[in-house]
């Protein structure tokens, strides 16, 4: 604001007693623009605080990566064994030519190994690694809730020498082990906190808090036993029902969800178990169908198991708590993953079928549904909106409605393949075929404008989201490329 002094005319008559009438009303004139000049510029730096804030909101929110522009270069490169590193998993258990396996610690900045530990000597029946796979694996020990493997002080090892022999004809072949041992390593320098002799025949394994919980299937019966990590002592062993024969399945598979635990029994039929090793639910999915995987909505905890029919239909179930079947909701169609969710809109679920559909978790009950395209390969939440990727185009839909607010099409020559977002745009990263680079093109969420394009460096042909870093994957090496 500015004091204004407004002069008379030339040849204005002067008046002999007070201000003239007019030139009051010109500074109430004047006084009121400013006043309407002042509240649209304080309106203005309430919006643009608040948009501030709220791009910093989701700064930390996984799947969105830190601010880009149309020019891009690599930063560093990771070599392709590293890869562990960089997706967060801290390292991984490598097998050896001569069937022998040690675990590596790994530099999440650079890849380099920081130590490696011996697991298992060389075993001749775990060398042909082109049929034969080996069933030692470990495991970082992470707190609920935690995703990086960075944050855990132990990692716990099922090292066996038994495998899953694979062939072009029949089912995969089971190789029992003979020799079985849960073995704890300190992640700051690799020291083995402890060695135990584990007496079944080991297949997999999951890991809870001071808790290794372990798989192993004789004559079609599956065990699951837990382990005290400090000790090494059994706490609990739980049978499952008998497994029958199966063309897809050797063995019992374990993965943790939350607190909870899931074994893959057969492709058919699953488990959820307590920490404690009471079983919740048994699960069987329909005639002709077979178990596709679990996921779980970060929001709700729901478990929510995906089946596909021989038919090619798929549902997800959307498991309820505690262990009453009925209360259970199925959902038609295959299950749309969120590479970005805010939060804006809790308990929202994407299904496809030939049209997008969404449902509301709790309840099951169907939101809306949308033709703007027959399958969805990936899509995000982002701030009460819904942004959809296909093959060949990303639209933005109204979250609580479905209403198509815009589609932006790329070129015939490019596909999408990561759909994510800087807070500021909607970032889609597109492959290209023959000599043409690939792109990250970034569109402005509320209009779908274009507001650059970025080629991707030489030889780099996609890029997507990890620890809040653009990766690219050149395919030529092999390597991961840090962009920025």
């Given at each position: 604001?500015?004091?204004?002094?407004?002069?008379?005319?030339?040849?204005?008559?002067?008046?002999?007693?007070?201000?003239?009438?007019?030139?009051?009303?010109?500074?109430?004139?004047?006084?009121?623009?400013?006043?309407?000049?002042a509240v649209l510029l304080v309106?203005?730096?309430?919006?643009?605080?608040?948009?501030?804030?709220?791009?910093?909101?989701?700064?930390d929110v996984p799947g969105v990566v830190r601010p880009v522009?149309?020019?891009?270069?690599?930063?560093?490169?990771?070599?392709?064994?590293?890869g562990a590193a960089l997706w967060g998993l801290g390292g991984s258990a490598v097998p050896g030519p001569d069937g022998s396996v040690s675990y590596s610690w790994l530099d999440p900045t650079t890849g380099a190994t920081l130590w490696s530990a011996p697991l298992l000597g060389p075993t001749p029946a775990l060398a042909d690694v082109?049929?034969?796979?080996?069933?030692?694996?470990?495991?970082?020990?992470?707190?609920?809730?935690?995703?990086?493997?960075?944050?855990?002080?132990?990692?716990?090892?099922?090292?066996?020498?038994?495998?899953?022999?694979?062939?072009?004809?029949?089912?995969?072949?089971l190789l029992p082990a003979k020799k079985t041992h849960l073995v704890v390593l300190a992640t700051a320098d690799g020291g083995v906190l402890g060695d135990w002799p584990i007496d079944t025949p080991a297949a997999t394994m999951a890991v809870l808090p001071g808790l290794a919980a372990i798989t192993s299937t004789r004559d079609g019966a599956t065990a699951v036993t837990g382990y005290d990590i400090d000790t090494g002592e059994q706490r609990w062993r739980t049978m499952l029902e008998d497994s029958a024969p199966s063309d897809q399945w050797a063995g019992a598979w374990i993965s943790r969800t939350d607190d909870e635990l899931v074994?893959?029994?057969?492709?058919?039929?699953?488990?959820?178990?307590?920490?404690?090793?009471?079983?919740?639910?048994?699960?069987?999915?329909?005639?002709?169908?077979?178990?596709?995987g679990w996921v779980t909505d970060d929001a709700t905890g729901r478990l929510m198991v995906l089946a596909q029919a021989s038919d090619g239909t798929s549902t997800v179930t959307v498991v309820a708590p505690g262990s009453d079947p009925t209360q259970d909701r199925v959902l038609d169609g295959q299950h749309v993953t969120f590479g970005v969710d805010d939060g804006s809109l809790p308990g929202l679920v994407l299904t496809t079928d030939g049209k997008v559909r969404a449902w509301d978790l709790r309840t099951g009950k169907a939101l809306w549904s949308s033709d703007v395209a027959m399958f969805a390969d990936q899509a995000m939440v982002l701030r009460g909106r819904v942004f959809v990727g296909t093959g060949d185009a990303v639209?933005?839909?109204?979250?609580?409605?479905?209403?198509?607010?815009?589609?932006?099409?790329?070129?015939?020559?490019?596909?999408?393949?990561?759909?994510?977002?800087?807070?500021?745009?909607?970032?889609?990263?597109?492959?290209?075929?023959?000599?043409?680079?690939?792109?990250?093109t970034a569109y402005v969420p509320s209009s779908g404008e274009q507001a650059f394009q970025a080629a991707l460096p030489p030889g780099i042909e996609q890029a997507t989201v990890f620890n809040h870093q653009l990766v690219g994957y050149d395919s030529g090496t092999g390597d991961y490329a840090i962009l920025g």
């Open positions: 604001m500015q004091e204004v002094e407004i002069l008379d005319l030339p040849g204005e008559p002067e008046a002999d007693d007070g201000p003239p009438p007019r030139r009051r009303g010109r500074w109430i004139a004047l006084g009121a623009v400013a006043a309407v000049v309106g203005q730096s309430v919006l643009d605080a608040r948009e501030r804030a709220a791009i910093a909101a989701l700064a522009d149309d020019h891009l270069r690599v930063m560093r490169t990771i070599p392709s064994d590293a082109e049929h034969v796979s080996g069933l030692t694996t470990c495991e970082p020990e992470m707190e609920t809730g935690a995703t990086d493997a960075r944050s855990a002080t132990r990692i716990v090892c099922l090292v066996t020498d038994g495998g899953i022999e694979y062939s072009d004809e029949g089912a995969p072949k074994v893959q029994v057969r492709e058919d039929r699953q488990a959820m178990l307590t920490a404690d090793g009471r079983v919740l639910r048994n699960l069987t999915s329909a005639q002709g169908s077979s178990f596709q639209s933005a839909l109204d979250g609580r409605t479905g209403e198509t607010l815009w589609t932006q099409k790329s070129e015939s020559s490019r596909y999408l393949v990561a759909l994510f977002t800087d807070g500021t745009h909607v970032l889609a990263s597109l492959a290209a075929g023959g000599d043409l680079p690939s792109v990250l």
